[in-house]
């Protein structure tokens, strides 16, 4: 019943910017944690930025200050803006839904992933 789905991913220049889009179905937004995470080749899956259900934000240093991850709950969709962009940024983003510790849900939700590139 939970989907998840990332949109707005491409190929931009550095320094470039792009605006991530996950529209989620099935949980309200205010209800569950929302991050997005990236995959780069070779490398680990990081988590880049995180919306708590109460709105707080939180990001990976490398991003801090480029990144801005934001929602829309009329909507129902979490936005990743990316400013700034570096070669370094190079990775599939994937966003989860996650439910809160402590609050008794057990969801682990995933979208299918959106590529984005920066060439060097």
């Known amino acids: 019943q939970v989907q998840l789905v990332e949109s707005g991913g491409g190929l931009v220049q550095a320094g470039g910017s792009l605006r991530l889009s996950c529209v989620v179905s099935?949980?309200?937004?205010?209800?569950?944690?929302i991050g997005w995470y990236r995959h780069a080749q070779g490398k680990q899956r990081e988590l880049v930025a995180l919306?708590?259900?109460?709105?707080?934000?939180n990001y990976v240093d490398s991003v801090q200050g480029r990144f801005t991850i934001s929602r829309d709950n009329a909507k129902n969709t979490v936005y990743l803006q990316m400013n700034s962009l570096k070669s370094e940024d190079t990775a599939v983003y994937y966003c989860?839904?996650?439910?809160?510790?402590?609050?008794?849900?057990?969801?682990?939700?995933w979208g299918q992933g959106t590529q984005v590139t920066v060439p060097s």
């Open positions: 989860n839904a996650k439910s809160p510790v402590g609050f008794g849900g057990q969801l682990d939700a």
């Open positions: 919306i708590s259900y109460y709105g707080s934000t």
């Open positions: 099935g949980i309200t937004l205010r209800s569950n944690d």
